[in-house]
DNA sequence: TGTACATCAGTGAACGCGCGTTCACTGATGTAC
DNA sequence: TGTACATCAGTGAACGCGCGTTCACTGATGTAC
């Protein structure tokens, strides 16, 4: 319990818990106008510190971005596996609900969603962020694996490549018609029935259709 | 011939085709800094005129930004066509072409690629700017069209989803894998082979494999 | 063909503004004894 | 328990800079007669 005030009572000079300030309330700038709408002086204002306070905790504008994108990836990670829910009720439910928990994630966090995949951050941003992304990508892959079991041995296609591909296609749908920030193109399908339908297509192409 | 001068002269005060060397510049500083990456006057400078030159030709740097996607998504149609070719040697072929052209105008043209899917613009931007974006999906709806005759009359998925489907795939692939400019995630596979892969297992999914 | 005039396209100076960053500072907190 | 001191986290004023936008202007072009 490092000595750190709680609560946000914000009365002292301290602030107590600045750094996680500073990105709640980049993410409200992000929501509002996109990765690259806002600036580290923005925030200080909407914290209600002085404009040089940030520079305890961040080195520039940028390794915040950082920080903000390993967040969201670690979150990211979380929600899909709670939709793999370790291939419950049964592997293809359960990788159905991966593909909506990647939709879910898009529509209710597009601050860290813009962050994570917008906002052009250089790819040797910081290690975590690498680790966070693979991490990631690892939960995508766990799934396809557990899918590619059931396939009969001589019909098993690489499973990083099955990752890569779904990772794709929810990804594909949620930048062009899942976003709900910024206005998108619309369809007359939800991205949620469109990816059900894009990735069942696509498993019943594997061999695991319903048969 | 309306009496511009050509061939980039610029020797009078007069530029002459200011208005095409405000998008090329644009697009320079896009290509290098990201879509939210240059301003009205880094552009003037770039083109060696006054700050002020610009406001003849636009109203504001939104209305320059969307000038630029639509050009993109017009350039993006032409190349879709040419891959489809009017759905010669064969139908397959040409709509495996049509998904490498895609993945060939986004690593070719990443200025116009960031200005047309990340730039944020609002939806109802420009009329021009839609109707554009409405012809390049045109493209991949007649392109899906085509490839569903091909199936018994009982089979046939909607054509729509299956050109969102096919939007999908390789808008995902190309924003994950498939930029040249920024650093993007590096896998064992081109984005080329990937779409490929993924676009067969689809068709075969749908009872368009090889059969 | 020549001339007067209207229109067009770019000028350049100016403005107020928000930005990132620095600096010496100071109040608050933690710790050694 | 009390006191002295070190460390930490935020201050606030200041800087130079590039930005978008405006304005009255002027050189170049096009056209009417």
């Known amino acids: 319990m490092s000595g750190l005030k709680r ?6 000079y301290h602030h107590g818990n600045l750094s996680e300030a500073l990105v709640q309330a980049a993410l ?20 209600g510190v002085s404009p040089a306070a940030p520079y305890r905790h961040y080195k ?11 967040r ?9 596996l709670q939709g793999w829910n370790e291939g419950q009720p049964d592997a293809l439910s359960a990788f159905k ?19 994570m ?20 990508f690892a939960v995508l892959r766990q799934a396809c694996e ?24 929810a990804h594909g749908i949620a930048a062009l018609f899942g976003r709900s920030d910024s206005a998108r193109r619309n369809v007359p399908m939800s991205p949620e029935d469109l990816l059900e339908a894009n990735m069942l297509i696509y498993l019943d192409g594997l061999g695991l259709g319903p048969n």
Do not use: C
């Open 7 to 12: 609560g946000g009572s914000r009365r002292g």
């Open 146 to 169: 557990a899918l590619i079991a059931q396939l009969p041995a001589g019909k098993r296609p690489p499973a990083l490549m099955m990752a890569l591909h779904v990772w794709a296609m």
């Open 28 to 47: 409200d700038l992000i929501a509002k106008h996109g990765p690259a709408g806002f600036s580290f002086a923005e925030v200080t204002r909407a914290v």
């Open 72 to 80: 969201g990836f670690e979150m990211f990670s979380v929600r899909l």
């Open 60 to 70: 520039d504008r940028d390794a915040l971005m950082a920080d903000i994108a390993r």
């Open 97 to 115: 609900a991966v593909g909506q928990a990647y939709l879910a994630f898009a529509r209710e966090e597009p601050a860290y969603f813009a962050a």
């Open 117 to 136: 995949f917008e906002a052009r951050l250089p790819k040797d941003a910081s290690r975590e962020l690498s680790q966070a992304t693979d991490n990631a």
